[in-house]
């Protein structure tokens, strides 16, 4: 019995550690996991990367018909210009020409030029360096840079030219909204006047 008992023994150590390589899980499925793994990182590489591409190229067309559209009305100012400088240029012609403007600027009469002045919108006439009637170029440049530098807030504004008079008036506060005081309306004053006169 010893004899039929050891290949009964054997044959159940045999057994036994073919269960335990049934219960370990099967290379193949680890393997196929991995395959799989592998394939969606390797399929996903050209999906991002094509994505990228577009984007790329979707910002380049944009930014080609914004220069094309900055181009555009670049070109259209420049023609724009020239046209004004070329009126500009042919207005003056004309008044240099005038037989009323030559006498006015001969014998001085100024109130012969402001009249000339006041028909011709955007006209400055200077005699002897000096200005003596018409546009004056920059004037609300200069009313707002004292402003700024005296801390005024403009709240409300009407801006009028009559003839070649200028009447502008301007509805101020300090920086935190409260009316100027005395001492405040008063130097605003003086320097709006000081910085007027020296532009005259």
């Known amino acids: 019995m010893s004899s039929a008992a050891t290949p009964a023994a054997a044959e159940q150590q045999h057994a036994a550690p073919r269960r335990r390589r049934q219960t370990k899980p099967p290379v193949a499925r680890r393997s196929a996991i991995q395959l799989l793994v592998g394939v969606l990182i390797v399929g996903a590489i050209p999906i991002v990367s094509t994505v990228r591409i577009l984007q790329a190229n979707a910002l380049r067309n944009e930014e080609a018909r914004a220069d094309s559209a900055l181009s555009d009305q670049l070109q259209n100012g420049l023609r724009e210009l020239g046209r004004l ?7 003056a012609h ?51 840079k004292v402003f700024m530098a005296e801390h005024v807030d403009i709240h409300n504004s009407k801006i009028m030219t009559v003839g070649e008079r200028a009447e502008d008036v301007f509805y101020v506060a300090d920086e935190s909204g409260r009316p100027l005081t005395s001492e405040a309306q008063q130097r605003l004053a003086q320097r709006l006047t000081e910085s007027l006169d020296r532009r005259a």
Do not use: E, F, M, W
């Open 85 to 91: 400088g070329d009126n500009a240029s042919t207005t």
């Open 94 to 144: 004309d008044l240099a020409g005038s037989p009323v403007v030559q006498r006015a600027v001969i014998t001085g009469d100024t109130a012969t030029l402001r009249r000339l002045a006041g028909q011709t919108p955007g006209l400055a006439v200077y005699l002897r360096g000096k200005r003596v009637a018409g546009d004056r170029p920059g004037l609300l440049s200069h009313v707002a």
